[in-house]
């Protein structure tokens, strides 16, 4: 299996890119944000990969970080999720906020996602959550994301980040009168002040 490729970018393309190793050019295709954290063509990059075989293809797919490859092989251990789609949510959102999606079990996120509909989105969350929750992230974010599953994607949704979100929420008072309501308005604050 070719687990990383090192070489130098000889071409781009929306969704991969040509790697020249050794005078061998591979074409690995990425996620969009990949994509632009490669570099101008000419210069040397490293990607970690991960080789899809089908019976009529061999396909390259390339990660800037192991944890972005690692959660794109979660996905895609998702019955009927296929590696075009895991790398189409990695381009729709970034690693972290997948992550805090499917930890929280934010179904309705993930159906933001072009081909990601109601049914996929909650087989993602089913089959994920505990595996996400557990392995991919720190325990006290996955605690956070657990008791603050609305608070998430109502700040989510107006556009701030999932590690923003969460740093806002660790900062939060661990008080169990606090309604969502008062929750969001303290993250706000934050925000604000920060």
């Keep these: 299996m070719i687990a990383s490729l090192s070489g130098k970018l000889e071409a781009l393309g929306s969704d991969w890119a040509i790697i020249n190793v050794g005078g061998v050019g591979f074409q690995v295709h990425l996620s969009t944000t990949g994509i632009s954290k490669l570099g101008a063509v000419g210069s040397s990059v490293r990607v970690y990969t991960h080789l899809n075989v089908r019976e009529d293809n061999l396909s390259l797919f390339g990660f800037n970080t192991t944890a972005e490859l690692e959660l794109f092989k979660s996905i895609t251990s998702v019955s009927g999720i296929g590696p075009k789609l895991a ?52 325990t006290p974010m996955a605690e956070i994301a657990q008791e603050n599953a609305d608070v998430l994607a109502a700040l989510t949704s107006l556009g701030y980040s ?15 009168s606090l309604s969502i309501e008062d929750k969001i308005k303290l993250a706000l604050g934050y925000f604000e002040n920060n």
């Design 162 to 176: 999932a590690s923003e979100v969460t740093r806002a929420l660790s900062s939060l008072p661990r008080d169990a």
């Design 87 to 138: 790398l189409a949510m990695l381009s729709a959102m970034e690693p972290d906020q997948l992550i805090m999606a499917i930890a929280s079990g934010n179904a309705d996120l993930l159906t933001g996602i072009p081909g990601v509909g109601k049914k996929t989105a909650s087989r993602i969350v089913l089959e994920l959550k505990d595996k996400i929750g557990t392995g991919m992230m720190a």
